[in-house]
């Protein structure tokens, strides 16, 4: 990750080892103008606080903090604070993969959406991008934001209610089975099934009660506690057990387990020396 300050200006930016996102952005600025200029990547902007202002195809628009802003690639666009305290902003860069050229003109017509269910995904997505190791659960929630801007574009292409598939279900659920340590990408497991990624979240959720980035997720504590009960230390377990980093590994650890690695090890060693 990249992280820069200049005066009142901060940018941090990196680019999350996620299909299809191109680069992320987070800044916040309080008296820079961006010039007009163009992106071959989608621009998905959220902003958190204040407001932009900026000129799209020679129409002005500007962002509030309800709306997602998403400019098309290709097109010329320029930004500025809207208020005197600058602005906050998230940004996502998306490739071609998950939101198709056909839509350039749709997004040309209206930038600026007000949804909430979609505003809620681009910052769930963020915040899962932001935590290494966590790119199947980002690669879930790009693919269900992805469906969300589609749709919002194109009405007529909603996606349709959502149909059962134990299936596929089954073989998703093997198949993570097969590399707890290692991990699986979404797409890759798209291709192994021949199911298209959201299909794949779709089925799983709805057959099983919990997202694959879930479910995997447990397996990696569940080999975690394992690992820490046969005296591995913990730096050696979340390597062995398939998280990041040791961070990684207590943050996940304790959600689901209720204390850190450490303390599991040294209650589990007790619990052993009293047997």
Do not use: C
């Not at 839509?103 to 959406?113: F, N, R, S, T």
């Not at 769930?124 to 690669?139: I, K, V, Y």
């Amino acid at each position: 990750m990249a992280t820069s300050s200049d005066g009142g200006n901060h940018v941090s930016a990196w680019r999350p080892r996620v299909p299809g996102v191109v680069e992320v952005l987070h800044a916040h600025f309080t008296e820079y103008a961006y010039p007009m200029h163009v992106h071959q990547a989608w621009t998905v902007l959220i902003v958190d606080d204040g407001a932009v202002r900026y000129d799209l195809d020679r129409h002005r628009h500007g962002t509030p903090h309800d709306t997602v802003s998403l400019l098309p690639p290709h097109v010329p666009h320029n930004g500025s604070p809207a208020t005197p305290d600058g602005f906050r902003k998230r940004v996502l860069y998306l490739d071609s993969s998950r939101l198709g050229e056909h839509l350039i003109g749709a997004a040309v017509d209206g930038p600026d959406l007000r949804d909430p269910v979609l505003r809620l995904r681009v910052g769930q997505l963020h915040t899962a991008l932001a935590r290494p190791g966590d790119e199947l659960e980002a690669e879930s929630r790009l693919t269900f934001l992805g469906e969300r801007l589609r749709t919002l574009l194109r009405p007529q292409d909603a996606v349709r209610a959502p149909r059962r598939d134990p299936v596929v279900a089954r073989r998703l659920r093997e198949l993570l089975d097969e590399r707890v340590a290692e991990g699986l990408a979404l797409d890759e497991a798209g291709g192994l099934l021949a199911a298209h990624p959201a299909h794949l979240v779709r089925a799983f959720s709805g057959a099983y009660g919990i997202a694959p980035h879930q479910y995997l997720m447990s397996r990696r504590v569940e080999l975690a506690r394992r690992l820490l009960l046969d005296g591995q230390p913990p730096g050696e377990v979340a390597v062995a057990a398939g998280f990041y980093d040791q961070a990684h590994l207590t943050r996940h650890f304790k959600r689901l387990v209720g204390v850190t690695p450490g303390r599991y090890r040294v209650g589990g060693s007790a619990s052993g020396r009293t047997a």
